[in-house]
């Protein structure tokens, strides 16, 4: 039998009320939270970032779509990748199911990375997703919104979750990428045919800007953890009796399993 | 122009630093609540329930296939209903994509309904659903997990849901219910309603209450 504590049904909804108290507070706070998020100034944005996308060479006010705010997931995929961040895979097989809600909500979805869009195009047939997909090769896009750094920028510390890193050699890797050590960064790097510097050089986060009258602004982004209200998965996990019970990287791309597919059994 | 607040880089940066901080209280927050979720003791489910699958009739036990965790989606979709309920049909793009990463951390995710197990396959065809879809018209599960209401409560127009008394006008409620199989014994370990159930679509509440005002899409239809 189990060693976890069992109860009668009195007992175990006299624990869940306690419970739910508890997480009706966090509810709350985190309406507090968007709130206070809407209310942050925005920076209009002047400069004309170019990027590559399916429909040809687009502005960033295209990538609007029509729509007056644009969600931009900042997926990890450098130009010497040879495919995209498994991390950030398992957080797009969220997204890519709500999109289609977003954009009818004038809000449009899309994943920016760096590696040139031939790469991206292939990747995301390969794990059949629908949601558009930019490259942002050969500009200052991901630089300027800090999840790329260039090989000096991470030699001598770059700027990551609003905060400088220490110069790579004298830590190794920015913690804040992970807070789990070089051993399983060295490995999820491998998964995308990288070493770990070169993994490292692009980062993630999820930015969001306005289009009004024909202007765009910078409203907010989001780095490291800040993501983890975004990472589907582990909002399911933490309701699983074990919780996210992890002792290392357990995840991989979905057709990468043993036996992917469809969940059912 | 806008009338939002415009200002400078640096500015910007301030402001969203002093932001950071509030966010990341909550996200340790957040934490502490999963903590607390996993220490909450689990009862014995005693009874037998048997659904209809795509293996024929299933116990609960089945619709683990053979993993240890099972989190159960209560989408409303009643007999006489035409289509399963918007939000449920929301909740399902969110999760359809990280089926095979939840199965990998031994957890099976299927969704239960009172309807037909005809009219659930034929939905699931049409938005191309892949997931574990079952009905449990004719047992008591979703009763004994407050997502529904037998017609004598109905008619009462009050009873008991998300642990607290609420107003109803149609016999179902959304909820999510986790369970935990040990040496073939299963243990019911949490169920959420309403409200918290939205914390497990990535990127939180958003809008709430939704634009139609009726916190369950379904509840009068």
Redesign the interface.
Known sequence: MTDHRTGTREEWLAARLELLDAEKELTRRSDELARRRQELPWVRIDKAYRFETDKGTAFLADLFGGRSQLLIYHFMFGPEYTAGCPSCSTIADGFDGFAVHLANHDVALSAVSRAPLAKLQAYKRRMGWTFPWASSLDGDFNFDFNVSLTEEQQREGGEYNYRREAPWKVRGIGDSLTKRGEGPVAEIAAMTGTDTATYTRQRPGMSSFVLENGVIYHAYSTYARGLDGLWGMYQWLDRAPKGRNEKGIWWRRHDEYANHGTGAR | ??D??????D???A???R??A???E??R??EE????????????VKKEYVFEG?NGGETLAHLF??R??L?VYHLMYEPDWNIGCESGS?W??????????????????VAISRAPLEELRAQAKHFGW???WVSCVGNDFNLDFNVWLAPEILARGEAAY??GSKKFTGPSRPG?S???K??G?V??????YA??R?????????E?PPAAKTPFCCASR
Not at chain 2, 4 to 9: E, M, P
Not at chain 2, 187 to 192: D, E, G, I, K, Y
Request: proline content about 3%; aromatic content about 12%; overall charge negative.
């Open positions: 122009m806008t939002h607040q415009i200002v400078s880089h500015d910007w940066v402001a969203r630093e932001f950071l509030k966010e990341k909550f996200t927050l957040r609540l999963s903590r607390e979720r996993c220490e909450l003791p689990w009862e014995c795509e296939g053979g240890s965790q989190i929301f399902a793009d969110n999760v359809k994509g990280i089926i095979p990463h939840l199965n990998e951390r031994d957890m099976s995710l892949t997931f574990k998300n642990y999510i986790a369970f935990f040990d040496a014994q243990f019911h370990t949490h169920s959420t409200r918290g939205l914390d497990l679509l990535p990127g939180g509440v958003g709430w």
